[in-house]
């Protein structure tokens, strides 16, 4: 038995009905590069079959209430660094910002291209294995957002249309930390705090609780790892290793700041849900109920 709110049976707030176009839905189903899903078992295992304990919270042991406040809480007090963090990091889909922090880095290098590839292709496959387990997570346990727990939240970006927990931005942010931290290591500490601040964007924006954030980042890391044991066994024909990370510090210049974008696109802004900024009207029923909080 559940005792949280469910994404499926509640609207966003400025909205009548509960969320009819679920994004991806079926996205848990893909394939994927360094982990697998035993539907049969319905868990995760390595390649070799081993199974994988993903270390996320299960949403029952959560105090909803709390986060929720959290979320008033981190709304009421936001700067305008703040807003610009929010929107900096939700223009585009989750992996968009981070294109060009990985194209700086192959740049301040010297990466060669066969290299540079092959950086490419192990971020990216990393990164969609961290949705595919982050959207069986999602439509598995169908948790509410906060716009659905107060009918009246108002929030930086539009709420995206699918469950709250764990955040895929969060994933994203901590696999790509992950991988890129392996061929740059000394960059390390820079990447751990882009992570943590696209994280943290999504309580800014107001459109995840803090605790989506956290385990969101903590599932991305893991992933992560899961790939470089992958990755670092990887030889030439000469059974030499493939990889050689680069070591020596050379300070990339990684965005952001500034928060604007490097590759910007004129995106479609349309929000059917509350959002701070947006005058025109909504089917709001003032008859929805309140959803109770549980513990």
Not at 123 to 146: E, G, Q
Not at 170 to 185: H, I, K
Not at 234 to 239: C, F, K, P, S
Request: hydrophobic share 35%; with cysteine; proline share 8%.
């Amino acid at each position: 038995m559940n005792n949280y709110e469910r994404w499926n049976e509640l609207p966003y707030a400025g909205e009548s009905t509960p969320p009819m176009n679920a994004e991806t839905p079926k996205a848990w189903s893909w394939r994927t590069y360094f982990i697998r899903l035993d539907r049969e078992e319905d868990q995760f295992t390595d390649l070799e079959g081993k199974p994988i304990h993903l270390h996320v919270r299960h949403p029952n042991t959560i105090n909803w209430d709390d986060q929720l406040n959290k979320v008033h809480r981190a709304l009421s007090r936001l700067t305008s660094k703040e807003r610009d963090i929010a929107r900096y990091w939700a223009t585009g889909p989750a992996s968009k910002q981070w294109i060009p922090i990985v194209d700086k880095l192959i740049d301040t290098y010297g990466v060669e291209a066969p290299r540079s590839s092959r950086i490419l292709s192990c971020l990216f496959a990393s990164m969609n294995d961290a949705f595919v387990a982050t959207w069986y997570l999602k439509y598995k346990w169908l948790v509410a957002r906060p716009n659905q727990l107060d009918q009246d939240l108002v929030t930086i970006v539009c709420t995206p249309r699918h469950p709250s927990y764990p955040s895929g931005h969060a994933a994203v942010a901590g696999v790509a930390e992950t991988v890129l931290s392996y061929f740059f290591p000394g960059e390390r500490r820079k990447l751990k705090r882009l992570a943590e601040e696209c994280a943290k964007s999504r309580l800014y924006a107001g459109v995840h609780f803090p605790i989506d954030n956290d385990e969101g980042l903590k599932l991305g890391r893991q992933i992560g790892h899961i790939a470089i044991q992958n990755i670092e066994q990887d030889r030439d024909n000469e059974n030499e290793t493939i990889d050689t990370p680069y070591r020596a510090y050379r300070n990339a210049d990684l965005v952001p700041p500034p928060y604007e974008q490097p590759l910007p696109f004129d995106f479609d802004d349309h929000c059917d849900s509350l959002v701070e900024g947006d005058t025109s009207e909504h089917p709001y029923n003032s008859t929805v109920p309140k959803p109770k909080l549980y513990y």
